[in-house]
């Protein structure tokens, strides 16, 4: 827990390191656009819900998450690639699940979901017709999508042993993720717990999958990669 704290304040500290003045206002207008997204998705709910749209609740819901899925993994690659971070390098005697944990974890706080889970809470409580069960359901497509970033990363950035069972079981448990979704997208508005426990279940998977394909990862590729040289990392 102190690593992961620590690791935490660290990132914090080096975001606002540099340009501390811009970077506030950036931070400042990502809240206010996020406020404002929320207004519009709520208008754009309750109007779906009176049969003003051409889609309903439902549909409007699945393409909000749609959307939330598809600009988490996306904003890692455009305009610019953004290489996957590793706080802790590994030639410290750190475990590997500890890393792993650390380094997911760090990843999160960053001002880009800090903006989201603005908007998640905003959406919240401004529309009636975006429940509890949709808000989780919310936070679990953001992180699924994070996932696939950083599996996409460690596919891009290092090599991987095909042959390791690591590999393999990496696999298996992203077999077991599609299985699980397969009927229900996890994009999909949920209308049950039992739903949403299902879901759960298949980021487990997921996230499982992504631990044994980095350590089926080893050295860097040597081949260049082209990525921004902005601070942002993940």
Known sequence: MDLILYSCKARLKSYFRQKKMQRVLLLALGI???AFYAWLITYLLQHAREGGLNMDVSQMLGYTNLLLLSFTILRGFFPAYIPKADFIN???PVKP???FWTELIVELVSP???VLLNFLLLLFMMSSDYTVLHLGQSFLVFLTAHITRRSLQVFIERRINWRGSAFWGAVIM??????LE????MFEPVTSVMMLVVHLASLACFLLANYLLEQAAYEPKRRTVNYSND???S
Do not use: E
């Not at 992203?174 to 299985?179: E, K, L, P, Y």
């Open 32 to 34: 206010v656009l996020s």
């Open 90 to 92: 590994r030639i410290y």
């Open 97 to 99: 699940l500890k890393r």
């Open 112 to 114: 880009f979901y800090f």
């Open 174 to 179: 992203v077999g077991a993720f599609i299985a």
């Open 182 to 185: 397969a009927r229900a997208p």
């Open 231 to 233: 601070a942002r990392r």
